[in-house]
């Protein structure tokens, strides 16, 4: 009988907690990228429905997401995830399947943006990045980032094969069009490491993608890849940092919402806000990463567009990330680039 | 009656056998948490390691027909149709999406491609019903043609058993081929060999600088009053107190080109062009040792605390020199302490992750690296938990040597 006042004073709390605002988690990559969503979606999304998000940083980390499925215990409601992991997840029942209809008329989207288990929320770029202070000439194509003559010092590469080996192909005179066809074979990957190892020893690799406009700034390397909203960034706080966009590489990065998760409802709903138009256009002001939604960009003036990947003049010579090629070929590539790293 | 009972000797020894034995479940009892907590939090999650390490449910569970129907097949020439027939009713069989995820994922880190050509394949099943075995096997290679190729098929047949040793074959640079026998790995995709030693060449390093910095320090901290003792070890603790993060930071900061050492070396004149102190093996190296001296400290601390100095007096007394008394006489006394601390050093360099990643190249990353790769990037667990257990053994083995050049028990002063 002594139970009872426990039984109530529980029933009481949990009657509480239902009635209270729903608390919805969202998990981005952090950094500027996520102070411009807590801006454009977080701040919007809070006002509109009541609810409190909850924001949680990550490092892409998809060990975390399948051990929270498997485990039926889903604490996180919407996560920013890279398009390798929306396909690989989906494939593997990690997400829910979107309901389009709650989100927004497909047609205003790229293309690219839709996925059965996600939808893109923003085009981002890896590209060649300098810093105008130090160097008098711009280098224009990954020919010349190769060219340890003409611009001599080091340079900074993100530490693993994505990315380096496309960038090694173009370097070696591979055209844009026709890199992941050469990639796929195995006289291709043989050409891409062996152009690697002519940078190897001006090579200063980087983890982090906020190291490469440090590195600049302190001046220990004369050019880097980078993803350019970092360099946007750098841009704002004053340095003096450029952008070559010749061969740069554009991925999308997606809204998906983890399988079993209690508040799909409010999942939903945070993900059509941040895929309306008004909503995105705010965001690519607070960072230059591009709108999927096609309507934002007509929201936005000419020098915000012309910061964006997804600009005319920047997307003319860019490679779109293939993502289907690194699903089936990232593993075997990673683990060459380690034996590569070792030789 | 009981009383007169007891007094016999011989009942007597029993009723004390059976207090002592009360006393010693007591005590045992006391100890069951402790006992219950390692068991739990220790040996079950390596247990569940080594167990994943050789797990291969994939195919066994979603492709069973296939795999039987492969298993009279000579593996070199093409695939009967009643192959291909299996094939498509298994996959048309799979209910749950996850499943055929996590086969295209096992075939895919056997055979490159395998991810999208399964996925592929199994969106667009089922089939029509009532095609001859012919008919089935040409609808499948119009669906995508790379159901000719060999690979393929030979992945399948060679994982249609529920335990596979592949993946703690490939974490030693070993494979099985298509028939089953045991050979090495490319040249170009031979890796963790090489990481291997390099995990250990850099943990042996970093002891030694360790050992070289952390005995001279811990012997003086051993010669001062108690009082003047504890406000030094204070200095060694507070580093050891402090986040490692923030640590790498720091020297972050200290090393990179710009920073305080290159700028006063340059403004000493000492070098024109700023050293190389970041983003290779000397910074992983300066920086571990750094983080790691109190554990080398603080065992050589408490063992030297514990040889009387009276000895080293008697020695030079006795007539020898005072290097050769501190050499001869001293050190051997501190070996215990020795012993420990580099153990501990070695064993926690071993398995470190953060600040090789952060200070250091591509070619200065350390097994757990890779492990930390497996288990997020790749989502391939099979491959991480094989390289877990490796390096588990690797280290028990180096273990087990040291307990055989010490032959004592590992003490910690």
């Known amino acids: 009988m002594k139970l009872k006042p426990i039984v109530a004073a529980v029933a009481v709390v949990a009657s509480f907690s239902s009635f209270a605002e729903t608390q919805l988690t969202v998990v981005n990559f952090g950094g500027a990228n996520g102070n411009a969503q807590k801006k454009a979606y977080f701040e919007p999304y809070e006002k509109s429905s009541g609810n409190k998000v909850v924001g949680v940083e990550y490092n892409g980390e998809q060990a975390k997401i399948k051990a929270m499925v498997e485990a039926k215990k889903v604490s996180w409601d919407v996560v920013e995830v890279e398009s390798p992991d929306v396909t690989r997840g989906c494939d593997e029942g990690l997400f829910e399947k979107l309901d389009y209809s709650k989100i927004g008329n497909k047609a205003d989207f790229a293309p690219a943006a839709i996925h059965e288990c996600g939808i893109g929320t923003f085009v981002w770029s890896t590209v060649m990045a300098y810093n105008a202070d130090k160097l008098k000439t711009a280098p224009t194509t990954w020919a010349d980032f190769w060219d340890i003559k003409k611009f001599p010092g080091k340079r900074a590469m993100r530490k693993g094969a994505r990315y380096n080996v496309e960038f090694a192909l173009m370097a070696d005179g591979v055209a844009v069009q026709d890199v992941y066809k050469v990639l796929m074979t195995k006289e291709g990957a043989e050409r891409a490491f062996k152009k690697l190892t002519e940078l190897k020893p001006n090579i200063q690799w980087w983890e982090a993608g906020a190291q490469p406009p440090q590195f600049l700034v302190a001046g220990d390397v004369v050019m880097t890849t980078a993803y350019n909203g970092r360099i946007d960034a750098a841009q704002r706080e004053g340095k003096n940092l450029q952008i070559t966009w010749t061969g740069g590489i554009y991925d999308l990065d997606f809204w998906v919402i983890p399988k079993g998760t209690p508040n799909k409802d409010a999942a939903l709903k945070y993900i059509a806000l941040a895929s309306s138009a008004d909503a995105q256009a705010e965001y690519a002001k607070n960072i230059s990463y591009g709108p999927t939604n096609t309507k934002a960009l007509a929201k936005l003036d000419a020098k915000v567009l012309g910061k964006l990947p997804t600009s005319a003049a920047n997307a003319k010579t860019a490679l779109q990330f293939n993502v289907t090629f690194w699903a089936d070929q990232g593993e075997a590539l990673e683990k060459r680039f380690a034996a590569w790293a070792a030789q | ?413």
């Open chain 2, 1 to 413: 009656m009981a009383q007169t009972l007891s007094q016999v000797p011989g009942s007597l020894a029993r009723q004390l056998k059976r207090v002592e034995l009360r006393k010693r479940a007591f005590a045992i009892s006391l100890t069951l948490p402790l006992l219950l907590f390692l068991v739990i939090t220790f040996l079950v999650p390596i247990g569940s390691l080594l167990v994943r390490s050789v797990e291969n449910p994939e195919v066994a569970n979603t492709l069973g027909r296939t795999a039987q129907v492969l298993s009279d097949w000579n593996r070199s020439t093409a695939p009967p149709d009643a192959a291909y027939v299996a094939l498509v009713e298994d996959l048309s069989a799979i209910k749950e999406q996850s499943d055929a995820g996590a086969l295209a994922r096992r075939l895919n880190s056997e055979v490159s491609g395998a991810r999208s050509l399964i996925m592929a394949t199994y969106r667009a099943l089922p089939l029509d019903q009532g095609m001859t075995p012919l008919q089935t096997r040409e609808r499948l290679l119009a669906l995508d043609a790379r159901w000719a190729e060999l690979s393929y098929w030979q992945a399948i047949a060679k994982n249609g058993s529920r335990w596979t040793p592949d993946y703690l074959l490939a974490s030693v640079d070993l494979q099985r081929d298509v028939q089953g026998n045991i050979g090495k790995v490319d040249a170009e995709s031979a890796a963790f060999g090489k990481i291997l030693v390099r995990t250990f060449k850099i943990s042996a390093v970093v002891t030694l600088f360790c050992l070289l910095l952390g005995y001279p320090l811990a012997y003086w901290l051993s010669t001062l009053s108690a009082r003047k003792a504890n406000m030094l070890m204070i200095l060694v603790l507070v580093p050891f107190w402090t986040s490692i993060l923030v640590r790498v930071a720091a020297w972050i900061v200290l090393l990179q080109s710009n920073g305080l050492v290159n700028r006063s070396l340059m403004g000493l004149g000492l070098i024109d062009d700023p050293l190389p102190l970041l983003f290779n093996r000397l910074g992983v190296i300066i920086a571990m040792v750094h983080i790691l001296l109190p554990f080398m400290i603080l065992p050589l601390y408490s063992v030297m605390k514990s040889v009387p100095n009276t000895y080293l007096r008697a020695a030079i007394s006795l007539g020898s020199s005072p290097l050769a008394a501190f050499f001869r006489v001293y050190v051997p006394q501190t070996w215990p302490g020795v012993g420990a601390g580099g153990l501990l050093v070695f064993i926690l360099s071993i398995g470190y992750y953060v600040t090789p990643a952060l200070l250091g190249g591509a070619d200065d990353q350390m097994l757990s690296y890779y492990i930390a790769q497996y288990t997020n990037v790749n989502v391939n667990w099979g491959m991480a938990c094989a390289l877990g257990a490796v390096l588990l053994t690797a280290t028990l083995v180096l273990y087990a040597l040291y307990r055989r050049v010490v032959k004592s028990e590992l003490s910690l002063g």
